[in-house]
């Protein structure tokens, strides 16, 4: 009997032992899986940046309906209490307001700089205006903690709509960037296929396999058409330029209406692509069937 | 020639108590009633003397043997076999006929009897016949062909304006003179 109760108490240490041990492994084997996954950073995107952006104009609508609120109390009370509170509520929408606008313009950056067709010279010269456009309203951000009263604040908020302008400017130059480098992009690939397609039928007619004399005239038809499309373009351009004019005649003008016209201009010259690429098909049928 | 004076009716009037009646004009003996109530008087026909009457004639009757019910099953049994089945097959025949004319499928069927257009012949479009020429298998050929269906694709999924990245419309008015 003795014996059996030493044998049972020791059978008992060492099941404890290994219970103890396996839930030391499990714990190793799980923290092992945890730190793997974290191995590749995430890469911050055009979607990224306009996930934030979204978020942030959410918080912002937030900030500006409690500012409303703030301001009207006070408007009516006029007690301390209420202009403090509107003090901390119009500092939080403009605050807010800034984010937003900082990551408006990080989320064009980042579209302008995932768009294709666009020289990198334009691209550059985009960058760096936004890039100081971004400092600006960071700075502005930074501003705002520092202000002492509700006039501060107000001439703070006056400083950001002085300085909208120039933003605005700039997003619908870099909005109307954007598509006309599309539109290149698309022209260049169908001017490449052209220009092989030409290569096939000056090697049929020297072979002289087969009469290509309807090809080579469908080919300048094409032809015609990419060299529209490319004209609407220039007109698309010089729309552009009219966003940044420095001439006052042509700065009063609606950056908005300007946008749309850039928009239905392209769209133009999309369509003449369209109407070019139909009639590659066409030349490539030709060659393929009598 | 006077009539009303002629008329023996109207010579005695009625009214006159018992009245004489004269024996020329007793023959056809009127009821004649002692009230005022105006008198009817028959129709007369019209008889033609010298032509002699003709008799009514009658429908005529048909020579049908009269049918004695009760010899009905006697006379089926006397009915050679060839018959009786035919009868049968007839009777038979004239049950369908009538059940047929209750159901809808028998319906359909007198539905389908009605006149219907005939098809007009139609000529289906025979395509394009393409013969390939030599170059219709040609890599560089099929090559460009396969890059411009992808270029079509690109071409048709571009969208020119971006419509989510429009400037956003913030409050810029901050103000606490105005009241």
Known sequence: MRYLRIIAIASAFVFFLAGIVSVHAQDASTSALTVSPSATPEVFDYAKAYKDYVFVTDQYNNAHSSYLLAKAQYSQAQTLASQTKAQEATAAMITARDSVMKAYLVALRLRLSETEGVSDTSKQGLYSRIDTDVSWWATHHDRIDSAASLTDLTADSSDAQKHFPTTEVLSYEVLSTIPQGKEFSLRTRLIDLLGRTKSVITKVRSNGDLDTTEAERWTLQTDQKLTRSQDKEIAAQSLIATLSSTDSRVAQLNKANTYSQVTSTLGESLQYLKEASSYLKEVLKRIKFK | ?179
């Open chain 2, 1 to 179: 020639m006077n009539e009303t004076t002629n008329n023996p009716l109207q010579q005695q009037p009625v009214i006159s108590g018992k009245p004489s009646v004269p024996s020329a004009v007793a023959a056809p003996v009127l009821p004649m009633s002692t009230t005022t109530t105006p008198v009817v008087t028959p129709i007369q026909t019209p008889v033609n003397e010298g032509v002699p009457p003709v008799s009514p004639v009658g429908p005529r009757k048909l020579n049908i043997p009269k049918i004695d019910f009760k010899q009905i099953p006697t006379m089926l049994k006397k009915m050679p076999k060839k018959f009786k089945i035919m009868g049968g097959f007839v009777l038979l025949l004239l049950i369908l006929l009538i059940l047929a004319s209750f159901t809808k499928k028998g319906r359909q069927v007198t539905q389908l009897i009605l006149p219907s257009p005939s098809p007009i012949p139609a000529s289906s479009p025979v395509g394009e016949v393409l013969i390939p020429t030599q170059y219709a298998t040609d890599t560089e050929v099929l090559d460009i062909e396969k890059t411009l269906n992808t270029f079509d694709g690109n071409l048709s999924g571009t969208s020119l304006s971006e419509d989510s990245l429009r400037i956003p419309v913030l409050d810029y008015g901050v103000d606490f003179t105005k009241k």
